[in-house]
Structure formats: structure tokens, C-alpha cells
């Protein structure tokens, strides 16, 4: 058997998420169903992170075990060619046994597109998060910003984890969060060990609180220090978030994600990520 690796990129509006579910409607269950047809056998795939209804990735990765030979470029263009529009193959690798898309991730990075326009944009419909906001108004980034310097370093999140999150510990480790305004666009981008269920959907509803002046950055660190979910600001809507990256020690020598064709292509080029606390 061999292991395979894959990097997944998805529009994740048209799905009930990543999890195989009896319904079918699932990326996994696309994902799995193209690998079938390929291989010519059932094939389950181990993923790096589940992702919720409505949410994208640009750099999800899986891994396969598989009795099947295939040139890389194999296995992109042709599971490709069994799977919609929507969800594509970006590369492929063999790794070692010891790799694991899940537990051997060192860390993960989330971004958001966040629109602040006074009207809704049809053509961004499901694809960016939406705010709207009077001509002429913008979020005060900078508020934003000294508030998200709260959440860096080793916390208890509890304040911002879903009701039915599993994670054993609601302890992480938050790397970086780099809030970059463009004009009516706001592109924020979080870095951190793991996240919690929703917990990128609830820091982006107290940002945009803030950020909309109806509490201040300290606000950030009160609600970290009090771990109550009940006082932070709501779940923010799924449109805008796109899982980007899941990092690997360097022994798991992987492509990067492609961002070309994303809203967030140059987006963070001028701001990036601090190296790993992990890797070191």
C-alpha cells in the first residue's frame, strides 16, 4: 500500500460541509465518489480539518492509502475528471506512513473576505462575507487590529467555541492575525496551533463589532478572560471563510496552496506570517 497525498481546493457553498453524511451532499462524499471511479475501488480519505456548510478551502489536504500505481499528474487529472466544478485536485504526493493529514498538522490558516459595501453584490453571493455599511463609512481597522492583538499567543478560547465543538482542550496556540483594509474590503487572516469549532466565524463577529465602534479592543481581552460564549458577539455568516493553509513539520515536503485565481491573490504579500512557534 502507498500513501497518497492530496491538496483539495473547493467553493463550499453548494455543500453541507466537508463530513460524510447519509444525505450525501458533502465534499468527502464528492471526493471520495470521483477517487472510486478513478481507482476502480472504494477509497476514504483522512482529512487535515472539517470544514462547516458554506465554507471554502483553497489548501484542505487528505491522504489515502492505496494499492494503486499512478504518476502524480496522474491522479490529478483523473480524479478531476470524475469531480463537478466546484472541486478540483491541486497536486498530489506520495508520503511516508507516518504521515497522518490530520495529526501531523503543526498548525493551520484560515483567511476571510469581508465586503463593506451599501449594497449587496450578487456576483460575490456565497463567496464573501457582507457587512453593510453607509457610503462613505468604513470599520475602524485599527480598533480591529489592537483588539486581535488579544488573542495572540497560548489561550482558553471558550468564549468563542461552539455549543457542540469536540475538542478535548478549548486551549490553542493563535500565531498571527493580520486584518488588511483595502478600499471597501476588509481580508483578515488567522494563524494558529488548531481552532475550535466556529471559533474563526465567532473572533470575526466580535471583530466586525468592534470594528463597527459598538464595543472597544479591549472588549477582545475581557471575553477571553471571562470564557463565557453568551456575551460575544453572534457566529459570523460561512460566505467569506476559505480554509488556506494546513502546515507540516519540514520532513512532509508538500506544495503550497495556489492562490492565483483567489480574491486573495497579493492580498498578504506586503504582511507575512510570522515563522512557527511549532516548527521551531
Known amino acids: 500500500m502507498t500513501r497518497i497525498a492530496l491538496g483539495i481546493q473547493y467553493d463550499g457553498a453548494s455543500f453541507n460541509g466537508w463530513q460524510s453524511q447519509p444525505h450525501r451532499n458533502t465534499v468527502q462524499d464528492t471526493l471520495e465518489a470521483a477517487l472510486q471511479q478513478f481507482t476502480g475501488m472504494p477509497v476514504a480519505v483522512t482529512v487535515a480539518g472539517r470544514t462547516d456548510t458554506g465554507v471554502h478551502a483553497l489548501g484542505q489536504v487528505v491522504h489515502l492509502d492505496t494499492a494503486l500505481t499512478r504518476e502524480p499528474f496522474s491522479w490529478v487529472r483523473g480524479v478531476n475528471a470524475f469531480l463537478p466544478p466546484s472541486?478540483?485536485?491541486?497536486?498530489?504526493?506520495?508520503?511516508?506512513?507516518?504521515f497522518?493529514?490530520?495529526?501531523?498538522?503543526t498548525e493551520r490558516m484560515y483567511y476571510y473576505a469581508?465586503?463593506?459595501?451599501?449594497?449587496r453584490v450578487p456576483l460575490l453571493h456565497g463567496r464573501a462575507g457582507y457587512q453593510?455599511?453607509?457610503?462613505?463609512?468604513?470599520?475602524?481597522c485599527t480598533a480591529m487590529v489592537e483588539a486581535a492583538r488579544h488573542l495572540l499567543g497560548e489561550h482558553d478560547f471558550s468564549a468563542f467555541r461552539a455549543a457542540d465543538c469536540q475538542a478535548r482542550s478549548p486551549v490553542k496556540t493563535c500565531y498571527d492575525v493580520t486584518i488588511v483594509p483595502r478600499g471597501q474590503w476588509v481580508f483578515l487572516r488567522f494563524r494558529a496551533s488548531a481552532f475550535l469549532h466556529h471559533m474563526v466565524r465567532n473572533l470575526m463577529g466580535c471583530l466586525v463589532a468592534i470594528g463597527r465602534g459598538r464595543a472597544g479592543p479591549d472588549w477582545m481581552r475581557e471575553l477571553l478572560e471571562g470564557r463565557d460564549r453568551t456575551v460575544a458577539a453572534p457566529t459570523f455568516m460561512p460566505d467569506g471563510l476559505y480554509l488556506a493553509r494546513v502546515g507540516y513539520p519540514d520532513t512532509f515536503v508538500l506544495p503550497e496552496p495556489d492562490l492565483a485565481a483567489s480574491l486573495f491573490y497579493g492580498v498578504f504579500d506586503a504582511c507575512p506570517a510570522p515563522a512557527s512557534r511549532s516548527a521551531a
Open 100 to 105: 497522518h493529514a490530520r495529526f501531523a498538522a
Open 87 to 98: 472541486v478540483a485536485v491541486q497536486w498530489a504526493t506520495p508520503v511516508t506512513d507516518d
Open 114 to 119: 469581508l465586503y463593506t459595501g451599501p449594497t
Open 132 to 140: 453593510m455599511l453607509p457610503p462613505g463609512v468604513t470599520l475602524d
